[in-house]
C-alpha cells in the first residue's frame, strides 16, 4: 500500500496543563482526542515527534494552558498515513474531490485554509476535512483504518536571512487509535524546567 508504512515505536511530546500530566501519569486518564475542524492532521492525539521543547513551547504559548507540562509517550505508528511520502497524494486528491462533490451536492461551501502567519496557513479547516473525509471513505470501503497520521510542517520565521529553514518546522503525529501509545513516561527534562 502507497502512502503508508510500518515503522518502530516512535516517542511523542504532548504539551498539556500539569494536572492533566499527572492524571495520565497516574493512570486515572488517557489523553483527549483533539477534534477541531482546524486540526493539521485532523482528529487524533496530537503528538510532537522527538521534540520536548516543541511541545512546552506550544503549551506555554497556549492562552489557555495556566500550567504548563509535557507528558512523553511511546507510540507504534502501525499503519500509518504518512504525509511525507509521494505516494499518499492519489489517495487525498481522490478523498479531496469527493467531499467537494458532496459539500457542493449539499450546497454547502468548502472549508479553507486561513489565517497566515510566516507564510504559513495556520487555520486548516480544508486540510483537515479532507484527512478526515479520507479516513470516512476507507472505513465505508472496508478499508482498514490507520492508526496514526504522521506530517512534517514548515513554521515560522526563516531561521536566518536568506534561509530556506524555518524557526517552527517540526514533526507531528496524531493518534488515531489509543491502543497505538504503548505507555506514558515523565521527560527528564521537565527537570530543568
Given at each position: 500500500m502507497t502512502g503508508t508504512y510500518r515503522i518502530s515505536p516512535l516517542i511523542g511530546f504532548h504539551g498539556c496543563e500539569q494536572d492533566?500530566?499527572?492524571?495520565?501519569?497516574?493512570?486515572?486518564?488517557?489523553?483527549?482526542f483533539s477534534e477541531n475542524d482546524y486540526d493539521w492532521l485532523g482528529s487524533g492525539i496530537y503528538f510532537w515527534v522527538d521534540s520536548f521543547e516543541r511541545a512546552m513551547d506550544w503549551a506555554r504559548t497556549n492562552e489557555k494552558i495556566a500550567?504548563?507540562?509535557?507528558?512523553?509517550?511511546?507510540?507504534?505508528?502501525?499503519?500509518?498515513?504518512?504525509?511525507?511520502?509521494?505516494g499518499v497524494?492519489?489517495?487525498l486528491k481522490e478523498a479531496y474531490h469527493s467531499l467537494r462533490i458532496m459539500l457542493s451536492q449539499a450546497e454547502q461551501p468548502l472549508p479553507r485554509n486561513v489565517f497566515s502567519?510566516?507564510?504559513?496557513?495556520?487555520?486548516?479547516?480544508?486540510?483537515?476535512?479532507?484527512?478526515?473525509?479520507?479516513?470516512?471513505?476507507?472505513?465505508?470501503?472496508n478499508l482498514q483504518a490507520f492508526?496514526?497520521?504522521?506530517?512534517?510542517?514548515e513554521e515560522g520565521d526563516s531561521l536566518f536571512e536568506g534561509s530556506a529553514l524555518k524557526e517552527k518546522t517540526?514533526?507531528?503525529?496524531?493518534?488515531?487509535?489509543?491502543?497505538?501509545?504503548?505507555?506514558?513516561?515523565?521527560?527528564?527534562?521537565?527537570?530543568?524546567y
Open positions: 492533566v500530566a499527572e492524571r495520565v501519569f497516574s493512570g486515572q486518564t488517557h489523553l483527549n500550567q504548563p507540562y509535557v507528558v512523553g509517550a511511546f507510540i507504534d505508528p502501525g499503519l500509518c498515513l504518512n504525509l511525507t511520502d509521494f497524494n492519489d489517495e502567519q510566516h507564510n504559513t496557513l495556520m487555520v486548516r479547516r480544508l486540510d483537515c476535512a479532507v484527512i478526515n473525509y479520507l479516513h470516512q471513505l476507507r472505513a465505508d470501503n492508526n496514526t497520521v504522521y506530517g512534517v510542517f517540526h514533526v507531528q503525529l496524531a493518534v488515531r487509535s489509543p491502543n497505538s501509545i504503548l505507555g506514558y513516561f515523565r521527560p527528564q527534562q521537565l527537570a530543568n
